[in-house]
Every structure is written in C-alpha cells, then in structure tokens.
C-alpha cells in the first residue's frame, strides 16, 4: 500500500481560501470512500470531508458550508476546497481512505493568520 500523496497548502489570511490536492496511486474510490482529515497541534486527527462512490459528501460541523470535496477519478485525484478559512483552521491536511486505511502520507500545512 502506498501513501497518498497531499498537496496544496500554504499560508493565507482569515477569510482567504486554499484548494488542496491529494494523488492515490490507483482509483481514488478503490476503497469506496476517501476522506479528508486534519490534525492541529495538540489535537487528535479529525475526519473533516468524505465524498463516496456513490457520490455522497460528508462534512464535519465545523467545516460545514466552507470546505467543498470532490473528485477526479480519471485522475486518481480528491481535492478539498476550502473557504472563508478561519485561524482554527490551520492544522496538516491529509487524505486517506476511511475504511480501509493506507500509510499516512506527510500531510500539507495550512496556516491561517488572523
């Protein structure tokens, strides 16, 4: 099993917006669903965005109506828009697959100034 591969990340101001990008080595929906996940300092690693095969999105409260998840499938591609991005934001961004997990890749920072 390889790691995915995330992108995307930078620094951007409060209110800004940010596109992240995560490469799997096959199907992106080879496991059904991929998801997006966060982890900022001192905090455990939350869910934050899945998008099934099917086409169902999920978000977490907390990102609800600001991230977008989405998928290119012909580019083994899932993407995480991000808007009105807010200081409680900034954590590593990483994709994975909910269900049948891979090796965490190395994750992309986003940092959000207020």
């Known amino acids: 099993q390889v790691p995915l591969v995330e992108s995307g990340g930078g620094l951007v101001q409060a209110g800004g917006s940010l596109k992240l990008s995560c490469v799997a080595s096959?199907?992106?929906?080879?496991?059904?669903?991929i998801g997006w996940y966060r982890q900022a300092p001192e905090k455990q690693r939350e869910l934050v965005a899945s998008l099934s095969v099917a086409g169902r999105t999920d978000y977490a409260d907390s990102v609800k109506g600001r991230f977008i998840i989405a998928a290119d499938n012909a580019k083994n591609t899932a993407y995480l828009q991000m808007n009105n991005l807010t200081p409680e934001d900034t954590a590593v961004y990483y994709c994975n697959f909910p269900f049948k997990f891979n090796p965490w890749g190395q994750g992309t920072q986003v940092t959000v100034s207020s």
């Open positions: 096959g199907s992106i929906f080879s496991r059904a669903v």
